[in-house]
């Protein structure tokens, strides 16, 4: 066991603690079976949600299956995800706007917030658009022509 003895300014001593052992199998093993042991949280998938996430694979299959470069893929991916996203906050604030259970600040509030939001989001996309259209510079006409019609889908 080790010690140490410190003294302080203020002339109280301070004592280490003792050395502790690492947990050998054994003491591991004495250790009785508790229902800590077992998973507290299962997972059901729905079949709702299967078939979504099968709708999001191939709804970006064109893109995959275009054979454009993939930095060109990934940037459309990203600009159709994007536009997604602006359609669900610009359908939050219509849901918001036809919302007659708010108080006129409460709404106002609400809007503020879906509004930042959402000029975050078309902020997001003209950067996107931007690096695509950068992209398509250095593409043939026919890839070129491809990007910009998968893009506007």
Excluded: F
Excluded at 40 to 52: D, E, L, N, Q
């Amino acid at each position: 066991m080790l010690s140490l003895s410190t003294q302080l300014a203020s002339r109280t001593q301070i004592q280490a603690l003792p050395e502790t052992k690492k947990a050998t199998e054994s003491d591991v093993a004495a250790i009785p079976a508790t229902d800590a042991a077992k998973p507290a949280v299962s997972v059901t998938i729905s079949g709702a949600a299967m078939k979504a996430a099968a709708a999001e694979k191939t709804s970006n299959s064109d893109i995959d299956d275009s054979g454009l470069a993939d930095n060109v893929k990934n940037l459309l991916k990203m600009i159709r995800e994007i536009k997604k996203q602006i359609a669900e906050k610009q359908a939050e604030m219509a849901a918001v706007m036809a919302d007659k259970n708010l108080s006129p600040e409460q709404a106002r509030a609400r809007l503020s917030g879906l509004q930042s939001a959402l000029s975050g989001l078309q902020a997001s996309l003209t950067s996107a658009q931007a690096s695509l259209t950068k992209a398509m510079k250095d593409m043939s006409a026919g890839d070129a022509v491809k990007a910009a019609s998968l893009a506007m889908k």
